[in-house]
């Protein structure tokens, strides 16, 4: 297997996180984003962290949330890692820090916006970058088109910080596109799914061969 580390975004149910953490993966993404069609419950989200192995590492997705929101629900789920995928400035950052110093911070960008310049601002406040495909004005990610390779290629390449590739990757492009931008890590949502939020076993198992050939 490619040295890289794997995370696989949009996990609705404990059948879906117990199936995909059978694979040699690194992370999961848990939805809090209102408008997210893979969005889950409180409720649900304790029960998929309590069936996961203990070196897959949940993280807590949100899209401008309110501070004391994102608090709350790490506090509750005793969890230490977000993805951000809103307009959130580098103060929100900041006093997201302030509140939990040991809470790690992903800062999603769209790759068609996204700038070197303008991910090193963040550097200070967030540990590491993730770049995607998604829309502001329609979804925030999980959308199967394809992130811009060659400005994600610019931006790893330059950033300060560890560069998560997400956007369309799926079994087919995945060697591809590691190869390409050279990303620390990899993001996958839809391209592993047979219906929104349903991930596939079938799929998961040809990311896997992909990825080992």
């Known amino acids: 297997m490619q040295n890289i580390r794997i995370k696989i975004c949009g996990i609705t149910s404990v059948y879906d996180a117990r199936m995909v953490s059978s694979f040699p993966i690194h992370a999961i993404g848990l939805n809090f984003v209102k408008r997210s069609k893979r969005r ?15 070196l897959v590492r949940p993280i807590l997705i949100f899209e401008d949330e309110k501070i004391s929101k994102v ?5 509750s789920l005793s969890i230490h890692s ?38 090193n601002a963040y550097k200070r406040v967030c540990d590491s970058f ?21 400005v994600a290629q610019e931006i790893v390449s330059k950033s300060r ?22 990303p620390y890590a990899i993001d996958v949502n839809s391209g592993v799914e047979s219906r929104v939020g349903k991930k596939d076993k079938s799929l998961m198992e040809k990311l896997f061969e992909e990825l080992q050939s």
Not at 40 to 54: F, H
Not at 71 to 75: A, K, N, P, S, T
Not at 162 to 180: D, F, H, T
């Open 130 to 150: 993730l770049l995607d495909s998604f829309d502001r004005k329609d979804q925030m990610g999980g959308t199967g088109k394809p992130s811009d390779w060659s």
């Open 40 to 54: 889950i419950s409180l409720k649900t989200a304790k029960e998929i962290i309590d069936k996961l192995p203990p």
């Open 161 to 182: 910080l560890p560069v998560i590739l997400a956007g369309g990757l799926n079994p087919y492009n995945i060697n591809s596109a590691i190869k390409r931008v050279k």
């Open 82 to 119: 977000v993805q951000l995928h809103g307009k959130e400035p580098v103060s929100y950052c900041h006093d997201l820090k302030r509140f939990n110093k040991s809470l790690k911070i992903i800062k999603a960008f769209p790759t068609k916006e996204a700038s070197i310049s303008q991910l």
């Open 71 to 75: 608090m709350y629900l790490c506090d």
